[in-house]
């Protein structure tokens, strides 16, 4: 079985990403993992700011939890079960890092709905995946 990584930030999921997830995933016959990493905050150099990053860090990973849970359950609609996975810490590297360690046969990710302050950030990372993944990458814009 072919198993696809859907790596995922606070952003929505296009659907013209969705759609071809879902696609793929059915012809494949294919196992699907939705993935969100939340960045940690840099709590060395602000030590004196710790309990707050503390808090700012929870608030990201409940909101985080909820979206690889919406996006799950709209997958669900299509009869597929996507199992939801949230990791901390930088977000190429642990893309990068999850799809090797787990042997996933493709990454899956969505470029569209990004405005133009976001579009370094994700453009980045995308590149960062793109260079360095030994697991093939498909960018959908």
Sequence with gaps: MQKILLPVDIEKLSDKTFKITCDLVQKLDASLVILSVVPFSDKHSHPQLSNLLDMK?????????????????????????????????????????????????????????????KRFFVGSVTNKVVHNSNVPVLIIS
């Design 57 to 117: 860090d929870e608030h990201f990973v409940e909101y985080a939890e909820k979206i690889v849970k919406d996006i799950a359950e709209r997958f669900k609609l299509k009869d597929i079960d996507a199992q939801t996975v949230l990791l901390k810490g930088n977000p190429a590297d642990e893309i990068i890092r999850y799809s090797e360690e787990e042997q996933f046969d493709l990454v899956i990710m969505n470029t569209q709905n990004i405005n133009s302050t």
